[in-house]
C-alpha cells in the first residue's frame, strides 16, 4: 500500500490491477451467496452521486460505468465489466457517494446490500483483502483526481480557507480548491454564484448549497459525514477522540463485538494526524504520514463495524453513580456502558502578542503538503525539539529554501530520535538555533516578519520569514473531565496504580481505568504515558481487555 496522503497519477495507473481487479469465479460464487441478482437495462442508473445505501454489485454479465458529475457534466472514470464490482470507501461508512454507476449495455449484477457486505467483510478473508484494497484505492484516485462534491473558493491568506482544507483532506474527502489569487476564472465563478472575494472562504456543497465560511460541524452536515446518533440506545463503549489510540481502541472494540462509537472533534489522526512521515513506527521501514495511517486505522474500524461522529465535540463527562454518559456540543447525550478517553493533547502557544491574528497564516501546528503548499520556497522556522518538530524540519527542507529549527534548549539530543538529528545535521538548508526563542510576529494581513532571541548571547535578529510551525509543549485536552475525573497537576488524566489512593476503598482500577469504574484514557491524554505513536497504539488496544473486565462485572 502507498504511504503518501495524495498519489501520482502515474502511482495510480501502476496500481490499476488493484484499483479494479476481477474476482475470480470461485469468488463470485461466494458472493452469489449472500447477494441477490438483478438486471438493468443499457442506460439505467445502479446508484447516484449523493445517494446513501449504496449496494456493492459483481458484474455478472454487461457493463457499468463509473462518472464523476461536475456542473452537469460527466467525466469518466472507468468501466467494469464481467466479475468485477463497484464501490469504495463511502460503502463502508454509509456516507452519500461521490459517483454515478450506468449500466451501458444490458446488464445483470449480484446486488450486496451493506450489511450483506460488512458480514463478508468481516468472515472472509480472501474477499475482505480484494475489497478493501480497491475501496482504499479508488478513494485516493478520487481524492488525487478532485473528483468529489465539495468545492473550496479560498485564499492563502485566509485561517478559514487552510482550516477547511485541512478538515477535508484530514477525512479524506475528494474536492477541488480554487485559489481566488491564483485562478483567472475566479470572478467569473463567484459571479454566478452571487458572491464577492469579501465573502471567502466559499463552499459549494453537492451542487446545491452555498456556504459562506462554514463550520467544521456545518461541513460535516451539508456532506452527510455523520448518521443520526439514537438518544435511547446505550453503547458497550464510547470512544472519545480519534487520534492513534482511540482508533486501536476502536479496532479492538468492534472487532470483539462490542458497540463502538467514535467521536471526533476535527477529522481522524490526532495531532499525529499532522505528521508528514512517521519513519519509527513498526512495519513501516520506509514510513508512512499520519493521515494515512489514521485513514487505514479509520476504515479498519469501520470494516468491523464501528460508528463514527466527526466534527462533533464532547463538552461533559456525566459520571453519577447509576448514569454514565458523554455529552456533545450540540446538547446530544449518548448513554453507555463504558467510555476510552483518548483526546490526546495539543501543542501549546507561543508567548508573543499578536499570535491570534497570524494562526493560520503564517504560524501553523501541522506541516502536511497543504501548509507545504503555502509555504512554496520561502524559509520558514521550526518551533520545537521532539520529533513532530524533527519530521516537519527535514519534510519542508524537501521544498522551502531554508528551514530554521529553534529550541530553548542545548539541542536536540534529549528529545528527539537519533535518526531524525543525523537526518536534520546532514541537511544543509536547515540550521539549528539553540537556546533560542521567538519574541515577536509582525505583519498586516498575514505574518512578514519574525524577530527571535538567542538568550545565551542577547543576539536578537529580525528576518523576513513568513511561515512558522510552532511545536512546542504538550496540553491535555481534558477541560471537559474536571470535577469528574483525577487529574494530575498538569491537567492529565490519572489511572491503574496513579490513582489508587484518591479510591476510597473502591476496588483497584484495571490498566488504563480512571477514578471513574468504567472510564478508561489512553495515549497523550493519560498522565506518565509515552508520547509516541506506537505507544498510543498499544495502549487503545490492550485497554480493550480491562474494558471486557469491567463490563463483565
Known amino acids: 500500500m502507498t ?26 460464487a461466494r458472493v452469489a451467496r449472500v447477494a441477490k441478482e ?61 459517483v454515478r454507476g450506468r449500466a451501458t449495455e444490458p446488464t445483470r449484477v449480484l446486488r450486496l446490500e451493506p450489511r450483506g457486505l460488512q458480514t463478508l467483510l468481516q468472515t472472509d478473508s480472501e474477499l475482505s483483502e480484494v475489497f478493501m484494497r480497491a475501496f482504499i484505492l479508488r478513494r485516493m484516485g478520487l481524492f488525487a483526481s478532485e473528483f468529489g462534491d465539495v468545492i473550496v473558493i479560498g485564499s492563502r ?26 485562478s483567472p476564472d475566479v ?22 448549497k452555498v456556504l459562506r465560511n462554514p463550520t467544521n460541524a456545518e461541513l460535516a452536515d451539508c456532506l452527510g459525514f455523520n448518521a443520526a446518533l439514537n438518544p435511547e440506545s446505550v453503547r458497550d463503549v464510547v470512544v472519545v477522540g480519534a487520534g492513534p489510540a482511540g482508533l486501536a481502541a476502536a479496532v479492538y472494540a468492534s472487532s470483539e463485538g462490542l458497540d463502538t462509537l467514535v467521536i471526533e472533534a476535527t477529522a481522524p489522526g490526532g495531532q499525529a494526524g499532522s505528521s508528514s512521515k512517521i519513519e519509527n513506527y513498526l512495519g513501516f521501514p520506509t514510513g508512512i504520514s499520519g493521515q494515512a495511517l489514521a485513514q487505514r486505522a479509520l476504515t479498519q474500524a469501520e470494516k468491523f463495524g464501528a460508528a463514527f461522529a466527526v466534527a462533533r465535540g464532547v463538552t461533559r463527562l456525566h459520571c ?26 495539543e501543542y501549546g502557544k507561543l508567548d508573543v ?7 493560520g497564516t503564517g504560524v501553523y501546528y501541522g506541516a502536511t503538503f497543504i501548509e507545504a503548499q503555502r509555504c512554496e520556497s520561502d524559509e520558514v522556522i521550526v518551533i520545537g525539539g521532539g520529533n513532530s518538530a524533527g519530521q516537519a524540519a527535514t519534510f519542508l527542507s524537501g521544498s522551502s529554501r531554508h528551514v530554521h529549527i529553534l529550541v530553548r ?67 491535555p485536552n481534558t477541560e471537559w473531565l474536571k470535577g469528574c475525573l483525577k487529574l494530575d497537576e498538569k491537567g492529565f488524566v490519572l489511572t491503574g496504580v496513579d490513582v489508587q489512593a484518591h479510591l476510597n476503598g473502591e476496588r483497584p482500577r484495571f490498566p488504563f481505568e480512571t477514578s471513574r469504574a468504567k472510564v478508561f484514557a489512553v495515549g497523550d491524554v493519560r498522565a506518565n504515558s509515552v508520547k509516541r505513536v506506537a505507544s498510543g497504539v498499544g495502549e487503545g488496544s490492550v485497554c480493550i481487555q480491562a474494558v471486557h473486565r469491567a463490563l463483565a462485572e
Not at 187 to 208: A, K, M, Y
Not at 353 to 359: I, S, T
Open 3 to 28: 504511504t503518501s496522503v495524495v498519489p501520482s497519477p502515474d502511482e495510480m495507473r501502476s496500481r490499476r490491477a488493484q484499483m479494479f481487479p476481477a474476482l475470480t469465479p470461485a469468488q463470485v
Open 38 to 98: 438483478r438486471e438493468f437495462a443499457a442506460g439505467e442508473v445502479l446508484f447516484d452521486e449523493g445517494e446513501r445505501d449504496v449496494a456493492l454489485n459483481v458484474i455478472l454479465e454487461g457493463a457499468v460505468e463509473i462518472v464523476h458529475v461536475h456542473e452537469d457534466r460527466e467525466e469518466q472514470i472507468t468501466v467494469h465489466g464481467p466479475r468485477e464490482f463497484t464501490g469504495e470507501i463511502s460503502l463502508l461508512a454509509n456516507r452519500r457517494a461521490l
Open 157 to 182: 491568506h485566509s485561517a478559514a480557507t487552510l482550516r477547511i482544507q485541512e478538515f477535508l483532506t484530514r477525512n479524506a474527502h475528494p474536492h477541488r480548491y480554487v485559489d481566488v489569487d491564483r
Open 187 to 208: 470572478q467569473s465563478c463567484l459571479d454566478n454564484l452571487h458572491l464577492t472575494v469579501s465573502d471567502i472562504p466559499i463552499v459549494v456543497c453537492r451542487g446545491e
Open 320 to 345: 453519577d453513580d447509576g448514569c454514565l454518559a458523554v455529552e456533545l456540543d450540540g446538547g446530544e447525550v449518548v448513554r453507555t456502558r463504558s467510555v476510552v478517553i483518548a483526546t490526546g493533547a
Open 353 to 359: 502578542p499578536n499570535l491570534a491574528r497570524f494562526e
Open 409 to 475: 534548549g542545548a539541542g536536540l539530543a534529549a528529545t528527539m530520535s537519533r535518526y531524525l538529528i543525523r537526518r536534520i545535521e546532514e541537511t544543509p538548508n536547515i540550521t539549528l538555533h539553540a537556546h533560542t526563542r521567538i519574541v515577536g510576529l509582525a505583519g498586516d494581513t498575514s505574518l512578514e516578519e519574525v524577530t527571535w532571541l538567542n538568550d545565551a548571547t542577547g543576539e536578537r535578529t529580525t528576518s523576513p520569514i513568513r511561515h512558522v510551525f510552532s511545536m512546542i509543549g504538550a496540553r
